[in-house]
């Protein structure tokens, strides 16, 4: 009686054997007993991270928020507890999560297992720099609490493990102390990928430059307009930036309009022109508004939240993310080549995201010093072609793969573009590990 | 300060959800349930997420003469009493186990009629407060599959409505919410149809918005409503042919 699961991208779906949502170490004990399992939380990933033919743990019954302190900005918290939850509760405090993703709707625990990064991944690192501890049921049934110096080797593979590790309970995350709920923006036109790149260099080179830049790319532009995009550079504002009226309470940003997305959209509607049109016109909206701005938390760093079921968009069949890094040697190269390659196969999504990562120290996670690109297709024979294309052209490049995002990567190419996973997979193995978590993008990466 | 909300039955999801929603509106909480020690997560989670005072109180639904000195030494004082206490039992092994059916028209009927009206009374002498039952459209009509809780929420719903009709001129309102299918513990691994199947956090919503605007009788989904009304309008003599 198990309903097919997916992803955020709805692609592929896959009904679990065995679907549970535990509420009690006692109950995530007995699943363990039942044979291999991967834990899931709200499901936005992407693809296969959080599914399984065999056994699926969802998290979100672990779903109380523990402690905070305003001292330190410590909140405790289970698994289960999004994001945007913890955004509730203590932006009206002064808090706010340093690293999210581009969704507040990421439970703790999934973003701890795919060690998210967001906008200011140069500044910040990832999602795993801000924990405290993490506690993990391990392989043993036993609940283990780890932190950097005590149980840190399972601490650190735990981060960005893709819950192949154990199972994540509980974590203590940092928040960052701001003054107000808002960030003070500044739009940037560019008018091609060298442009766009040398903002972002520009930025990166100033040790008190902004904290966030992003760059929202028209993947269709062709010729001359290939690589037009909007880089947004951001900072929390501070509270002498607000208006006057709204100093006596920082906090308090205007109510959002919520839109859904009540149906699959039919495959016809979008194709390449319908996509240009789109990209164009963001384009020359978003130039319009041009320069500094105030702009409210909640629509600058989660956008599409407004839109409930967003997804449908892409239709039945679902869509396929692709993220990939390149490192900055040959960044320029790469992603001109990526860009032609889509350009040409006149695939795209409605729009594409680029940013800049920092240095990475973490044992697996996806960042690396370099540009990121990030973009949707959906699933068809011709986009996975091209898809298999992308790859290709990554790997040349020395680039890696985000596995929160993929869900039809083939195993060789993911190992040969990141020689740790395959460090994490023989860890598995040698752990008994893997006879414990398994997902099925687990199987299909060998990992 | 906003009135305190006291929900009897506060480890029950749909009991939770309520105070979350009432909490998200600046209510102080009150959490009473058996064993009440053990609801301290919860009770630290709604204070953290609503900046709110929650206090947690040890109650028995079933312990009947406890209940006279548990609501006249309710303090602080509560504005609101939701009692979300209820207990689905198995109708199968309930009609071959008296014990087990009595002990379900117990949970569902006489502990929360015996609390309520001692509340009530409190209400009544003090001039105002709001009382809000959780009862379900199982009570709506007897049904095979299961009439012995479908038949204490009938009770239940009764209850309600008496008390309603005698407290209208006192200043005190009285809120019969029926659920139909809600996504909790308790229908876990059933496999309810989702369309009529409402989460725990719209039902909370759902009640809070149901006590400002002084309903009566919500059913949440609303198409709930409808759906029983379909139900009670069958004849008796067809009725007792179908498997429902």
Redesign the interface.
């Known amino acids: 009686?198990s309903r097919p699961l997916s992803g955020w991208g709805r692609y592929p779906r896959i009904t679990p054997e065995t679907l549970s949502?535990p509420?009690s170490e006692v109950a995530v004990a007995e699943a363990m007993a039942r044979g291999p399992l991967i834990a899931r939380g709200n499901g936005r990933s992407y693809g296969d991270s959080a599914l399984s033919e065999g056994q699926v743990l969802d998290m979100t019954g672990f779903?109380?928020?523990?402690?905070?302190d305003p001292e330190t900005g410590l909140v405790e918290a289970e698994a289960g507890v999004l994001l945007g939850?913890l955004i509730?509760?203590f932006l009206?405090l002064g808090f706010f999560p340093f690293v999210t993703p581009g969704t507040k709707l990421v439970t703790l625990g999934g973003a701890i297992a795919s060690d998210v990064h967001g906008k200011n991944h140069l500044r910040d690192g990832s999602f795993g720099h801000h924990l405290a501890w993490i506690e993990i049921m391990t392989a043993e049934g036993e609940v283990l609490r780890c932190t950097k110096a005590s149980n840190s080797g399972l601490f650190q593979q735990t981060i960005g493990g893709m819950g192949l590790t154990g199972v994540i309970l509980r974590a203590g995350l940092y928040l960052r102390p701001v003054e107000t709920g808002w960030i003070a923006q500044d739009m940037r036109p560019a008018r091609d990928l060298a442009e766009a790149m040398a903002i972002f260099e520009e930025a990166a080179a100033d040790a008190d430059g902004p904290t966030y830049s992003v760059a929202w790319f028209d993947c269709l532009g062709q010729g001359e307009t290939l690589g037009r995009s909007l880089v947004m550079l951001g900072d929390h504002a501070r509270l002498e930036q607000l208006e006057p009226r709204r100093r006596a309470r920082p906090f308090v940003t205007p109510e959002k309009r919520r839109l859904n997305v009540p149906l699959d959209a039919p495959g016809l509607a979008l194709n390449r022109y319908t996509l240009r049109a789109f990209n164009g016109l963001y384009y020359r909206a978003g130039a319009r508004k041009a320069g500094p701005s105030l702009v409210d938390w909640d629509s600058y760093f989660y956008p599409l939240d407004a839109i409930a079921n967003w997804n449908r968009i892409y239709g039945r069949r679902g869509f396929a993310q692709f993220q990939c890094v390149l490192p900055l040697a040959g960044a320029r190269a790469g992603l001109e080549t990526l860009l032609a390659a889509i350009s040409e196969a006149g695939q795209g999504s409605f729009l594409a995201v680029l940013k800049r990562l920092g240095p990475d120290t973490t044992a697996h996670s996806f960042p690396m010093e370099g540009y990121t690109l990030a973009l949707d297709f959906p699933v068809t024979p011709t986009a996975l072609a091209l898809l298999d294309r992308l790859d290709r052209i990554t790997l040349d490049h020395g680039g890696r793969f985000y596995l929160a995002k993929d869900s039809r990567l083939k195993a060789q190419t993911l190992h040969a573009a990141d020689p740790r996973l395959t460090t994490l997979s023989e860890t598995r193995r040698a752990e008994g590990w893997d006879s414990r978590f398994a997902s099925a993008q687990s199987r299909r990466l060998q990992l | 300060m906003k009135d305190p909300v006291l929900i009897l039955g506060g480890r029950s999801d749909i009991g939770l959800a309520i105070a979350h929603a009432f909490a998200a509106e600046g209510h102080p909480i009150m959490l009473a349930a058996r064993n009440a020690q053990g609801l301290e997560?919860?009770g630290?989670?709604l204070s953290?997420?609503?900046?709110v005072e929650v206090s947690l109180h040890e109650f028995d639904a079933l312990a009947l003469e406890t209940h006279a000195a548990f609501v006249t030494g309710l303090e602080p004082r509560p504005g609101v009493v939701v009692c979300a206490v209820g207990l689905l039992g198995d109708q199968q092994e309930d009609e071959r186990d008296m014990e087990a059916a009595t002990r379900v028209i117990r949970s569902n009927f006489e502990g929360p009629a015996s609390v309520l009206g001692h509340v009530a009374n409190l209400f009544a002498a003090e001039g105002e407060g709001v009382i809000v039952g959780i009862s379900s459209v199982a009570g709506d009509r007897g049904r095979g599959s299961n009439y012995i809780y479908g038949a204490a929420k009938a009770g239940f719903t009764a209850y309600l409505a008496g008390l309603r009709n005698r407290l209208a001129g006192e200043g005190v309102h009285v809120l019969t919410v029926k659920p139909g299918f809600v996504a909790t513990?308790m229908t876990?691994g059933l496999?309810l149809p989702a369309p009529l199947t409402a989460q725990p956090e719209e039902l909370g919503a759902a009640v809070v918005r149901a006590v400002t605007r002084r309903r009566n009788v919500i059913y949440t989904r609303p198409v709930w409503r409808l759906i029983m009304a379909i139900i009670r309008a069958i004849p008796e003599p067809l009725f007792k042919k179908l498997s429902l």
């Open positions: 009686m949502r509420r779903r109380h928020i523990l402690g905070f939850d509730a509760a009206p | 997560l919860q630290k989670d953290l997420r609503h900046r513990a876990e496999d």
